[in-house]
């Protein structure tokens, strides 16, 4: 009798297409990510600001129902409940437009760059740090495959806190209100699903190759606090403060996806802003530059299959 080498089992299951080969890198990401207490304390902390669009909706709502059609004295001035409540709407941006949908991005902003600063070096940066690459990549999975998974699983976090909670918000509005055209609504949707995509995508992406060059947490911390607050800061100073052209607000790279959301969402800028294609094109030079990156980052790790 032969000797058993390695005691090797042949595959005795069923082969699937390539094109199904990130799903497991993204799996173990988003099962890595799920485990951790610290994640889902940070996530519940950036579900408040859902919840006050969620509930002031609600309070609203109640306060329309509870007006009466006797006018208030506001101020000094005779005011009509009703007008006061809807005027309270608009201004709140409570009242279900795009506009709406736009705020409640722009406020999430802030934790879903806490969020994303902190699964970077769990999801991404330990496979550099610690020896996991060569692993995925010795199966036979193409590098592609490999930042596709991540992508994907970034882009999940992405979407369950802007995205999802957007949506419902959405629904909620429209139960408790008369629902609109068709084919506004589906319009609205439509662009609510579009800034997720948009959000995802370039977030991803910049994610993954900044979490393959810095690794560790406090790195990608400071990192990602000067992409999307240091440069907001100055971009804000050099066009509102200084009056310079527009364009300086282009460093301001949330602002440049806030730009191409708002397209989506059918809305004009607001305030002294570059072109919308112009931050496309931002954004999209940015997207290349980490394709490339990590491209020569993925290909320079050794590989023994």
């Known amino acids: 009798m032969g000797p058993k080498l390695l005691h090797y089992r042949a595959w005795r299951g069923e082969f699937h297409s390539p094109l199904r080969s990130p799903w497991p890198i993204a799996r173990v990401a988003l099962d ?97 740090q610690f020896g996991s690459l060569p692993f995925y990549l010795s199966k036979p999975l ?71 060059w810095l690794r560790r947490t406090v790195p990608l911390v400071m990192a990602w606090t000067t992409l999307f607050f240091f440069l907001r800061q100055l971009a804000g100073a050099l066009v509102d403060g200084l009056g310079y052209d527009p364009r300086w607000r282009l460093l301001d790279l949330w602002n440049d996806l806030g730009l191409l959301g708002g397209a989506c969402l059918g809305l004009e800028p607001v305030g002294r802003q570059p072109a919308g294609y112009e931050a496309a094109l931002v954004l999209g030079v940015i997207g290349l530059l980490c394709v490339s990156y990590l491209n020569r980052r993925i290909r320079a790790v050794e590989i023994v299959r």
């Open 32 to 128: 890595m990510m799920f485990r951790r207490r610290l994640f889902w304390a940070v996530y519940a902390f950036a579900l408040m600001t859902f919840l006050m669009f969620f509930f002031g909706t609600y309070l609203l709502a109640w306060a329309e129902t509870q007006a009466g059609s006797n006018p208030v004295r506001v101020m000094g001035v005779q005011q009509n409940p009703g007008a006061l409540i809807h005027l309270l709407k608009a201004r709140l941006k409570m009242d279900g437009t795009a506009a709406n949908y736009r705020m409640f991005f722009a406020y999430q902003g802030t934790m879903v760059m806490v969020v994303l600063s902190l699964a970077g070096s769990l999801v991404v940066g330990n496979d550099f």
């Open 142 to 212: 193409a590098p592609g495959h490999y930042v596709l998974g991540k992508c994907l699983a970034i882009a999940a976090f992405v979407n369950l806190l802007t995205t999802v909670p957007a949506l419902i918000l959405f629904v909620q509005y429209r139960s408790l209100y008369d629902w609109g055209a068709l084919d506004d609504e589906l319009a609205l949707a439509a662009g609510i699903i579009g800034y997720g995509l948009i959000l995802s995508a370039f977030l991803s992406l910049l994610l993954v190759a900044t979490a393959s």
